[in-house]
């Protein structure tokens, strides 16, 4: 089993940035994979980015340039760094950890709610 629980979120202007952190608990050296996700009402989940043990990364179209994802192992956290934040970024986020038995994790959620 692994625990998530994020963190950040909240209301920012158009052009703002804002920070999620995700800190992980529990089984952790499963995870091969953990990554950050976004919802809109009545749509699917979305991948916005992930981030491999082995370090790749791999981002949304639409966040490339703009978001990072990293992570502080000493922490068993990772983070999403959301810089030039525009409206359609709006959404509830979650933070999702995958290991290699093929479970999936999720954190609480947290919005996030861009102003133009």
């Known amino acids: 089993q692994v625990h998530l629980v994020e963190s950040g979120g909240g209301l920012v202007q158009a052009g703002g940035s804002l920070r999620l952190s995700c800190a992980a608990s529990?089984?952790?050296?499963?995870?091969?994979?953990m990554g950050w996700y976004r919802q809109l009402p009545g749509k699917q989940r979305e991948l916005v980015a992930a981030l491999s043990t082995g370090g790749s990364t791999n981002y949304a179209d639409s966040v490339k340039g703009r978001f990072t994802i990293f992570r502080d192992s000493a922490k068993n956290t990772h983070y999403l760094q959301m810089n030039s934040l525009k409206p359609e970024d709006t959404a509830v986020y979650y933070c999702?950890?995958?290991?290699?038995?093929?479970?999936?994790?999720w954190g609480q959620g947290t919005q996030v709610t861009v102003s133009s």
């Open positions: 999702n950890a995958h290991t290699r038995f093929g479970s999936n994790y």
């Open positions: 529990g089984n952790i050296v499963s995870i091969n994979n």
